[in-house]
């Protein structure tokens, strides 16, 4: 099993930038497909980034492409989310979660397909 915190979440100016960190502990980050999630409030928890085990495979939600970045630091056991261009409709609690799979190429977009989540980090985009 593995556990999962989030952090670098804050308050920042729109067009700024955050990155997002998530230290996994209990069990390597590799032996996961990873995603990114966040909720805004009042709204259901929505996709944002993947990341397949071996890290070669990446997806993003339409509204993050081009902007967000999704990677990993095997050596520190930890998942990013670079974030550029940040908008106000980016304000959400963001969180880091875990699915097994077996396969090392998938990536995985569905809430319903984690099996292990974080506490979530919030983050607010000032127009």
């Known amino acids: 099993q593995v556990q999962l915190v989030e952090s670098g979440g804050g308050l920042v100016q729109a067009g700024g930038s955050l990155r997002l960190s998530c230290a996994a502990s209990?069990?390597?980050?590799?032996?996961?497909?990873m995603g990114w999630f966040r909720q805004a409030p009042g709204k259901e928890r929505e996709f944002v980034a993947a990341?397949?085990?071996?890290?070669?495979?990446?997806d993003y939600a339409d509204s993050v492409k081009g902007r967000f970045t999704i990677s990993r630091d095997n050596a520190k056991n930890t998942v990013y989310l670079q974030m550029n261009s940040l908008k106000p409709e980016d304000t959400a609690v963001y969180y880091c979660?875990?699915?097994?799979?077996?396969?090392?190429?998938?990536?995985?977009?569905?809430?319903?397909?984690?099996?292990?989540w974080g506490q979530g980090t919030q983050v607010t985009v000032s127009s």
């Open positions: 990341l397949s085990r071996n890290g070669g495979s990446t």
């Open positions: 979660a875990a699915a097994r799979r077996l396969s090392t190429v998938v990536v995985v977009t569905t809430t319903t397909q984690y099996d292990y």
């Open positions: 209990g069990r390597t980050v590799n032996s996961y497909a």
